[in-house]
């Protein structure tokens, strides 16, 4: 039977479990860290983070156009009809570029979607496309399915610094905050695209609790699935978990993930997201 495949990307930061479970195809962003280039997935995480600290050079790169046409060439191969293609936003990375070019080279077609977002914000949106598939659903309703989470997903960000989103490139309208005091910690979120200040806090303890406030409020009485992702789990990250569990009056699922190490190489080894997707 005819059925839509779904293809994302690595800043998806979808769970393995959750790729295999829903049939969802996962192309990875380019990492470099001095003169070794790979696929981000290759990198250890250890190593990663401490070669940011140690301000060695590092850069991203979007997946080479082939990488996705041998994606919509296998998904054409099992006998899909049709392949819907979520991405990183365009502000923020090549990625949905290279999909569109394997896009016009492919069997069938291929609708390569930009989330105008990226993380779990894209991840939520992946997953409820890859279930709508699953049900047997057309082109169009995977499409509404995705949408819908784009639309009530909410990306909350808190760093401990700005200096790597400097040195990336990808900084935003969060430059407006750079320059200020080391104990005051910003908090961001993405909008229209791209990286944007939300608002700050004294210190990280008063930041983190800022952003387990703005999570509820974002979710407010609507059911909402909620994530963490982060850089390595750590005791902090469980703290936030039972936090968010008091808070959210109408949670349905909440979990920890570890953030795609290309999202880690432009906002550093300290920070972490909370992502609420309600409605």
Same mark, same amino acid.
């Given at each position: 039977?005819?059925?839509?495949?779904?293809?994302?990307?690595?800043?998806?930061?979808?769970?393995?479990?959750?790729?295999?479970?829903?049939?969802?195809?996962?192309?990875?962003?380019?990492?470099?860290?001095?003169?070794?280039?790979?696929?981000?997935?290759?990198?250890?995480?250890?190593?990663?983070?401490?070669?940011?600290? %140690?301000?060695?050079?590092?850069?991203?790169?979007?997946?080479?156009?082939?990488?996705?046409?041998?994606?919509?060439?296998?998904?054409?191969? +099992?006998?899909?009809?049709?392949?819907?293609?979520?991405?990183?936003?365009?502000?923020?990375?090549?990625?949905?570029? %290279?999909?569109?070019?394997?896009?016009?080279?492919?069997?069938?077609?291929?609708?390569?979607?930009?989330?105008?977002?990226?993380?779990?914000?894209?991840?939520?949106?992946?997953?409820?496309?890859?279930?709508?598939?699953?049900?047997?659903?057309?082109?169009?309703?995977?499409?509404? +399915? %995705?949408?819908?989470?784009?639309?009530?997903?909410?990306?909350?960000?808190?760093?401990?610094?700005?200096?790597?989103?400097?040195?990336?490139?990808?900084?935003?309208?969060?430059? +407006?905050?750079?320059?200020?005091?080391?104990?005051?910690?910003?908090?961001?979120?993405?909008?229209?695209?791209?990286?944007?200040?939300?608002?700050?806090?004294?210190?990280?303890?008063?930041?983190?609790?800022?952003?387990?406030?703005?999570?509820?409020?974002?979710?407010?009485?609507?059911?909402?699935?909620?994530?963490?992702?982060?850089?390595?789990?750590?005791?902090?990250?469980?703290?936030?978990?039972?936090?968010?569990?008091?808070?959210?009056?109408?949670?349905?699922?909440?979990?920890?993930?570890? %953030?795609?190490?290309?999202?880690?190489?432009?906002?550093?080894?300290?920070?972490?997201?909370?992502?609420?997707?309600?409605?």
């Amino acid at each position: 039977m005819s059925h839509v495949a779904i293809v994302t990307d690595s800043t998806a930061s979808i769970p393995e479990q959750l790729r295999r479970q829903w049939d969802i195809t996962v192309i990875q962003l380019q990492l470099q860290v001095g003169d070794h280039a790979d696929a981000e997935n290759r990198f250890d995480r250890g190593d990663l983070a401490a070669a940011l600290r %140690a301000g060695r050079r590092i850069s991203t790169n979007p997946p080479d156009p082939g990488a996705f046409f041998w994606a919509y060439q296998q998904a054409a191969s +099992a006998g899909a009809s049709a392949v819907v293609s979520l991405h990183i936003s365009q502000r923020m990375s090549g990625t949905l570029q %290279a999909a569109q070019e394997a896009a016009r080279q492919a069997q069938i077609p291929v609708y390569p979607v930009d989330s105008g977002t990226t993380g779990m914000s894209l991840g939520f949106a992946v997953l409820s496309a890859a279930r709508a598939a699953a049900a047997g659903g057309r082109v169009e309703r995977v499409l509404e +399915a %995705a949408q819908r989470r784009f639309s009530t997903s909410s990306e909350l960000v808190y760093v401990d610094t700005l200096e790597y989103l400097r040195r990336g490139g990808r900084i935003g309208g969060a430059a +407006a905050l750079l320059g200020t005091a080391l104990s005051i910690k910003p908090l961001l979120t993405v909008r229209d695209g791209e990286v944007a200040p939300l608002t700050r806090a004294v210190g990280s303890r008063r930041a983190l609790a800022k952003l387990v406030d703005l999570a509820a409020e974002r979710a407010g009485n609507r059911p909402a699935d909620l994530a963490i992702s982060c850089f390595r789990p750590s005791e902090r990250e469980l703290a936030l978990v039972q936090q968010l569990r008091e808070r959210v009056r109408n949670l349905k699922e909440l979990s920890i993930v570890e %953030a795609s190490t290309v999202i880690g190489a432009h906002v550093g080894p300290g920070a972490l997201s909370i992502t609420v997707s309600a409605g």
